[in-house]
């Protein structure tokens, strides 16, 4: 696709445009669970790490060509840098996704696979229509070796991170979706 085709295409509202390194145009739906999801992982990292710890949300991540990623939310070291325009896939300590119903697969599975293969330290998925996060760790070639599931509402999850700090994650604040409004 052309930038000026880009420029000119009217994409649908309620959609992220995503335009990948090898040319790719990916569009995700955003629900307000989504978005809300995401900013209880943001309110539970700055009181856990404080309001200036490096974490990005949606931010691209420099992987081996073609692997880049632009996660949900990343905790970073607090030494990492920009190389370029981005972050190192070596500074991350945490990765999160929130599930939507469009990403599930990719999310459980195809993340589970790639961040482990680079050896990103925690891979947490939060997931609002489960109403569960699955917190990985021991990375692994083919994805990790430890995955403990826990439920929304079961208070707090605290998350060890590799440079000795501790992200908590306040299960009992996660947003649920309304799942009576109709199709996610």
Do not use: W
């Amino acid at each position: 696709m052309s930038v000026d085709a880009i420029v000119h295409t009217e994409f649908p509202k309620g959609y992220t445009v995503l335009f990948g390194t090898d040319g790719k145009v990916i569009m995700t739906p955003q629900s307000e669970e989504h978005s809300s999801t995401i900013r209880s992982l943001q309110i539970d990292s700055a009181a856990a790490l404080g309001r200036h710890a490096k974490v990005t949300s949606d931010v691209y991540i420099d992987f081996p060509p073609d692997e880049n990623s632009a996660p949900d939310l990343a905790i970073l070291r607090e030494d990492a840098s920009k190389e370029g325009k981005h972050y190192s896939f070596e500074d991350v300590l945490l990765i999160s996704e929130v599930v939507s119903t469009s990403s599930a697969r990719k999310d459980y599975d195809d993340c589970t696979a790639k961040y482990g293969r680079y050896g990103i330290p925690v891979y947490l998925v939060v997931d609002p229509y489960a109403g569960e996060v699955v917190l990985h760790t021991q990375p692994t070639a083919s994805g990790y070796s430890t995955a403990l599931k826990r439920a929304y509402g079961t208070g707090k999850l605290p998350v060890p991170l590799a440079d000795g700090r501790t992200f908590t994650l306040d299960l009992d604040e996660l947003p649920r979706p309304d799942l009576d409004t109709g199709p996610r």
